[in-house]
């Protein structure tokens, strides 16, 4: 068996707790396509008081998509958005504590620079910084700036971003001149200094669903958001994941999203949900779907995916009373075998003040150390 390298990264995963963070709003409309749920207009101030609030009320981490195009539809779901990564270095700025975790889509950017931009995110936060790594998927998005390279499939897309984020890690890890000479990343006697703080290097995250995205995480990241069609399907997703992170001598955490609707009481919470779902942007769905490169013909057939857009919630939701939200929350993460959960909310200072009062407290005395 190999020896497992698990850098230390100072997490509650760490130490037999689970980590809870935020899916910043950086997006305008969030996560719910629905022209009744609450107008979040995906503004710094917006971000800003969440991030703030998320640190006070004892969260791990926040991290923000990079986003280039949204959806438009009635709502003009997510065509609004800020740069990930500017966004997140005032954040560091704000906060203290919470870890900052910010985006880059590798085919848009030199793993030089991007060295360098999470080494500088890493000194602003303190040793807080954090990579979300992701390939890049939706065409339009790409092609609207000419950088969407038409011989470069799924897969080779995931290959391309293995051996960027190689370049990355050399970069952050290895003193003096680097060369690096692959099939799409070119090093020559590269410099990048100063070095990141946390030491070997910041936290690294990846998001791909498909198998040759699993791979991805396996060999090159510290944690993996998974989803799923049940709780099932998530827990089997979950270890096939870290199994298979074991055998290759490295640790990988799963994590998994949540849109928490969280009222006085479960009929509350029911009726919240009916307004939102009253309101759907059946519109922005379609072109939402369009985007995952499903053409229209194909809207007709259900999947799970469509299935869960189609009310209006672009992720797995949970809606109750504290009580409710707790005993799910301990349901999903005892069934799957997650690491923690990125949390959503149709309001983030509402939602985030809820979660204090009784959610996050009966989390954490769940899953201390
Ligand atoms: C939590 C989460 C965050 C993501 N963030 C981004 C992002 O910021 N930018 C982006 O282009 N894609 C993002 N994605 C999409 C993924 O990178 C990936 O393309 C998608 O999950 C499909 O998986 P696959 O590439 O393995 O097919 C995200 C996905 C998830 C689940």
Request: hydrophobic residues 40%.
């Amino acid at each position: 068996m190999p020896r497992i390298s698990s850098p230390v990264f100072d997490l509650p995963s760490e130490n037999g707790g689970k980590d809870f963070g935020i899916f910043m709003p950086i997006a305008n409309g969030g996560w719910i396509l629905s022209t009744t749920a609450p107008k979040i207009d995906g503004s710094y101030e917006y971000n800003r008081r969440a991030a703030v609030l998320a640190e006070e009320i004892g969260l791990d981490f926040i991290m923000s998509m990079a986003k280039f195009r949204g959806y438009g539809g009635l709502n003009q779901q997510w065509d609004i958005s800020l740069d990930s990564t500017v966004l997140m270095s005032a954040l560091a700025a704000q906060t203290k504590r919470v870890k900052i975790w910010t985006t880059f889509q590798t085919l848009l950017h030199n793993p030089a620079v991007v060295a360098k931009m999470i080494t500088t995110l890493d000194q602003v936060s303190n040793g807080r910084a954090g990579l979300n790594v992701v390939p890049g998927a939706f065409k339009d998005e790409f092609a609207q700036m000419g950088a969407w390279p038409e011989t470069l499939g799924h897969d080779a897309r995931y290959d391309y971003a293995s051996e960027w984020m190689s370049a990355v890690r050399r970069l952050w890890e290895e003193k003096g001149e680097i060369s690096a000479n692959g099939q799409y990343i070119k090093l020559n006697h590269c410099i990048s200094e100063p070095k990141p703080i946390q030491k070997p290097r910041p936290f690294v995250v990846a998001a791909g669903q498909s198998e040759k995205g699993m791979d991805f995480a396996i060999h090159n990241t510290d944690a993996l958001f998974i989803g799923g069609r049940d709780d099932a399907e998530m827990r089997d997703i979950s270890q096939k994941a870290k199994e298979k992170a074991k055998a290759a001598g490295r640790r990988l955490r799963t994590y998994a999203m949540a849109i928490i609707v969280q009222e006085e009481t479960d009929a509350k919470a029911e009726n919240t949900m009916n307004v939102f779902r009253e309101g759907f942007d059946e519109e922005g769905f379609r072109n939402m779907l369009r985007s995952y490169g499903m053409i229209d013909a194909e809207i007709g057939k259900e999947n799970a995916m469509t299935a869960r857009a189609r009310t209006g919630f672009m992720a797995p939701h949970i809606a109750g009373s504290s009580a409710t939200i707790i005993k799910r929350i301990e349901q999903v993460i005892d069934e799957t075998g997650l690491d923690g959960l990125m949390l959503i909310f149709p309001d983030y200072e509402k939602g985030l003040k809820n979660l204090a009062k009784e959610v996050l407290p009966a989390l954490r005395a769940r899953y201390s150390a």
